[in-house]
T-cell receptor, first 110, second 114 residues
Framework: KAGVTQTPRYLIKTRGQQVTLSCSPISGHRSVSWYQQTPGQGLQFLFEYFSETQRNKGNFPGRFSGRQFSNSRSEMNVSTLELGDSALYLC?????????FGPGTRLTVT | AQSVTQLGSHVSVSEGALVLLRCNYSSSVPPYLFWYVQYPNQGLQLLLKYTSAATLVKGINGFEAEFKKSETSFHLTKPSAHMSDAAEYFCAVSEDGATNKLIFGTGTLLAVQP
């Protein structure tokens, strides 16, 4: 069974731009969650989607948004990028139990 | 509010020695507790999880953790460290086993000396 896949793996953007990250969960998994990992703040929960509906949301500004499609694939969008948005963004999926993480997308904002 | 505290941001052990990584949690309801490991430039891999079935939880790669409610702890142990255990370890808590909102600790970087 294929694991959680994330594209792209690496991304460089300029301050003020917007970015979209993609996540394909493990087949059959309906829950997809997103996390931001930085050296300063550690791992922080962004949001979770289940059956195309946002089920949980972390404490991030409205510039961070997401969505989930009918095939459970999810996208995360960050608008008006700031230098502090540079991070590893991790996607995770779950069916009804443990959460499995993807390899992450490394976003660098210059 | 839930929280997780990992004591010791860096732990160093000799190969073959006992590994002990500490995790204390704060939760107003019976928690779901997890340990994840992260190797360089990779995502997180689940080592083990506690969901109230048994207080001693066995995970992959020889790791285990014991849930102690009286101490609000969920420490991770391995009897004999291997060089391949060198990685960063994260403890996480979830209030609700039906969702996947995990609150993570700050992580412990484990170094294994030959």
């Amino acid at each position: 069974k294929a694991g959680v896949t994330q594209t792209p793996r690496y991304l460089i953007k300029t301050r003020g731009q917007q970015v979209t990250l993609s996540c394909s969960p493990i087949s059959g998994h309906r829950s997809v969650s997103w996390y931001q990992q930085t050296p300063g703040q550690g791992l922080q929960f962004l949001f979770e989607y289940f059956s195309e509906t946002q089920r949980n949301k972390g404490n991030f500004p409205g510039r961070f948004s997401g969505r989930q499609f009918s095939n459970s694939r999810s996208e995360m969008n960050v608008s008006t990028l700031e230098l502090g948005d540079s991070a590893l963004y991790l996607c995770a999926s779950s069916l009804d139990g443990p959460t499995f993480f993807g390899p992450g997308t490394r976003l660098t904002v210059t | 509010a839930q929280s997780v505290t990992q004591l010791g941001s860096h732990v160093s052990v000799s190969e073959g020695a006992l590994v002990l990584l500490r995790c204390n949690y704060s939760s107003s309801v019976p928690p779901y507790l997890f340990w994840y490991v992260q190797y360089p430039n990779q995502g997180l891999q689940l080592l083990l999880k506690y969901t109230s079935a048994a207080t001693l939880v066995k995970g992959i790669n020889g790791f285990e953790a014991e849930f102690k409610k009286s101490e609000t702890s969920f420490h991770l142990t391995k009897p004999s460290a291997h060089m391949s255990d060198a990685a960063e370890y994260f403890c996480a808590v979830s209030e609700d086993g039906a969702t996947n909102k995990l609150i993570f600790g700050t992580g412990t970087l484990l170094a294994v000396q030959p």
